[in-house]
């Protein structure tokens, strides 16, 4: 199993851009569909997008589509999460999460309890 590590996470002015990165540790990362999620304040966790294992498909939760691009780099075992156009209501925690996909099925899911492991999280501020 793979260990999950964020950063990137920040302070930024509303209408910014930040871009946050997950490296995974262990020699397995290829195997594994990968996701982003957000905590907003008094929220539950939400989906944010997904990605699969070799970076050819990409979904995105309605919350940031058109403003959230998911990337990853097999040979860094790292995936990343570019923002663009933030807003205030986008400040919250990031989470990256990992879904062991030896089948290569995944289809976006966005059900937290689909993913395992998850990184720590990073936080994301946006000011007005």
């Known amino acids: 199993q793979v260990q999950l590590v964020e950063s990137g996470g920040g302070l930024v002015q509303a209408g910014g851009s930040l871009r946050l990165s997950c490296v995974a540790s262990?020699?397995?990362?290829?195997?594994?569909?990968m996701a982003w999620f957000r905590q907003l304040p008094g929220k539950e966790r939400e989906f944010v997008g997904g990605?699969?294992?070799?970076?050819?498909?990409?979904w995105y939760g309605e919350s940031m589509k058109g403003r959230a691009t998911i990337s990853r780099d097999n040979a860094k075992n790292t995936v990343y999460l570019q923002m663009d156009s933030l807003k205030p209501e986008d400040m919250g925690v990031y989470y990256c999460?990992?879904?062991?996909?030896?089948?290569?099925?995944?289809?976006?899911?966005?059900?937290?309890?689909?993913?395992?492991?998850w990184g720590q999280g990073t936080q994301v501020t946006v000011s007005s």
């Open positions: 999460a990992a879904r062991l996909d030896l089948a290569n099925e995944y289809e976006g899911f966005s059900s937290p309890a689909l993913y395992n492991p």
């Open positions: 262990g020699r397995t990362f290829r195997s594994y569909a």
């Open positions: 990605i699969s294992r070799a970076g050819g498909r990409t």
